[in-house]
């Protein structure tokens, strides 16, 4: 399916893996770290400008609002070229979100496109059926002049989902236990393409958490099928015309793992390796792990399923003395669904704190940054070391219905543990 | 195209953050990001590191974040090459853009160890350590490769075409 998008973009009938090609780009994406590094790369060219005022994204979301006078410049920074370059696409604070989260929900991201981003969570809007990857701020710069890039064909893995999952478990089981079955360079240059009739039982929601973290196995990027609710979605979210590619019936797969989504538990990634995964029923033969803090939100886990998920947990609950719960709805628009739907109330009334949009503390910026020697479950995508702190502090990655449940308890829990 | 110098070992899935914590990321100057690589894995490492010297890992180095602040902060602070069992894929472009020499070579990565000599030859792929008395050969760079290095990274080199 990925090469058959490439060869479309590089205007070529047909690719095979291993080829290098130069393709057309739909989107190129930065953000407030990696574009005012592209900006400089830029200034540089002898040819200025930009490509295409309509085709790039700039999102400043990981240092927003502003978190110290250095971040504040880099923000100076994209806003003055967003203003120079015209750019359509600039989202300021108020309008902002997790890039990957608002990107689809602008409708900048449709089945068929060939996206990069300065980010390497770009592979996201592969749940949508597009091509997109992560490149760093020089091919960033270079895609935002020439408005196009070069990729070497990358071959495929197959993931082939049956069945259909439980009541608590989501798109991060899935990918948590595929990342824990492959390992985080089980992917290395491949695209994850994800097939079979369990799809249909995902939401889109959960097919953009799954397509996101393809980059923590090493993948190129991570692509679904285009179904009825793929459709659906981007006829609600955008205008643009959008290009459907199939896989052939007789496409060459390096590998094939077939996963029954009915058979899923609950799964927790431990430090410092997203590899690291581990079911509910394992860690319960555990000593009782005790966390201090709650994080659920980013681009992995900040969406409306994820909010609901979180609440349902947390209605008529309040989170264990002592525990810090922050939840931070990944776009506004998501904030003011949260909002409308009471989910807010319940956070608030359980004992959490909610956020404006932020990458904050996923990567260890700002507003939740761990101490030495504290322990945190988080719905976001890495749990390396000094991640989100002290290089000492420890991240256990899952998703919000176990965040949730370990923010009652105190110590990793899933619903189930609540009786739910 | 020949670099020399002591080699500093790391094992699997070096990431980014390790290499450039992303709480320094409020800056992309060059030198400021130097002086916090691989603080978090190795706090020794920009107290000893000399121009020249190499790094030498295993499997999956660079894994992680697309910031490009982790090969910047690697070359500045004097490194000349870097070689891996593998690397990912993100790291890889990015350290040929912005002109860090980097060789994929699972034997090197494997047999190496630190505080070696050694030598890497750039137009040949050969890489000896000069401590052990050994030699690996990785891939040479293609001549497109050399160039970007050589200007320093891609933009240059795209403007120089």
């Known amino acids: 399916m990925t090469q058959k998008i490439l060869a479309a973009a590089a205007g070529l009938e047909k690719v095979e893996a291993g080829q290098l090609i130069e393709a057309n780009l739909d989107l190129v994406l930065g953000n407030d770290i990696t574009s005012p590094v592209a900006i400089k790369e830029m200034d540089k060219f002898k040819v200025k400008g930009v490509f295409d005022k309509d085709k790039i994204a700039l999102v400043p979301d990981h240092f927003v609002p502003n978190k110290d006078i250095k971040s504040a410049e880099h923000c100076k920074c994209v806003r003055e070229f967003a203003r120079k370059n015209e750019i359509t696409n600039y989202f300021e604070v108020g309008e902002m979100g997790i890039e990957h989260a608002l990107l689809p929900e602008k409708g900048l991201t449709v089945a068929g496109d060939v996206i990069i981003g300065a980010d390497s969570h770009t592979c996201t809007y592969g749940a949508l059926g597009a091509f997109s990857t992560g490149v760093g701020s020089t091919d960033m710069a270079a895609g935002m002049a020439t408005g196009k890039a070069w990729f070497k064909v990358p071959s495929a893995i197959r993931f082939r989902l049956t069945g259909k999952p439980s009541k608590w478990i989501g798109g991060k089981d899935v990918i948590l236990h595929i990342i824990g079955m492959i390992g985080v360079d089980g992917a290395l240059y491949k695209s994850m393409e994800f097939t079979g009739d369990g799809i249909t039982n995902l939401s889109m929601d959960d097919r953009f958490t799954i397509a996101n973290m393809a980059i923590e196995a090493g993948g190129k990027n991570g692509i679904f099928p285009v179904d009825r609710l793929a459709k659906d979605y981007m006829k609600e979210h955008s205008k643009r015309e959008y290009k459907i590619f199939e896989a052939d019936e007789d496409a060459v797969y390096d590998e094939e793992y077939t996963i029954d989504l009915g058979a899923l538990r609950p ?74 739907e009471g989910l807010l109330r319940t956070f608030i009334e359980a004992g959490a704190v909610v956020s404006t949009p932020t990458c904050g503390p996923c990567l260890g910026g700002y507003m939740g940054i761990l101490a030495e020697g504290e322990r945190c479950v988080s719905t976001t995508n890495r749990n390396f070391v000094g991640r989100m702190g002290h290089v000492s502090s420890e991240i256990y990655l899952a998703g919000p219905a176990v965040a949730a449940a370990s923010a009652v308890t105190g110590e990793i829990s899933s619903p189930e543990d609540l009786g739910l | 195209m020949n670099a020399k110098g002591t080699v500093f070992k790391y094992g699997d899935n070096v990431d980014t953050d390790v290499i450039i914590p992303a709480r320094y990321l409020n800056s992309s100057d060059p030198a400021e990001l130097a002086a916090h690589c691989m603080e978090d894995i190795d706090g020794e490492f920009i107290k000893k590191v000399k121009k020249g010297d190499i790094i030498v890992a295993n499997k999956n180095f660079g894994c992680g974040s697309s910031r490009e602040h982790a090969p910047i902060a690697i070359k500045a602070a004097g490194v000349s090459c870097v070689i891996a069992e593998t690397f990912a894929r993100i790291f890889y472009r990015n350290a040929i853009n912005i002109g860090l020499p980097i060789i994929e070579c699972p034997e090197a990565g494997r047999g190496i160890d630190a505080g070696d000599e050694v030598e890497i030859n750039f137009d040949t792929g050969v890489i000896t350590d000069v401590t052990k008395g050994t030699s690996f050969q990785g891939q040479a760079f293609p001549e497109f490769m050399q160039k970007i290095i050589a200007s320093e990274g891609l933009i240059n080199y795209i403007n120089n075409q």
């Open chain 1, 267 to 340: 799964t927790v990634s431990f430090p410092h390796l997203p590899e690291n995964a581990h079911t509910i029923d394992e860690i319960r033969q555990m000593d009782p792990i005790a966390v201090d803090q709650v994080v659920i939100g980013s681009c992995t886990n900040g969406r409306l399923d994820d909010l609901r998920t979180a609440a349902r947990v947390l209605q008529g609950r309040h989170v264990a003395k002592g525990m810090r719960c922050i939840v931070i709805p990944a776009t506004q628009a998501i904030y003011m669904q949260a909002m409308e």
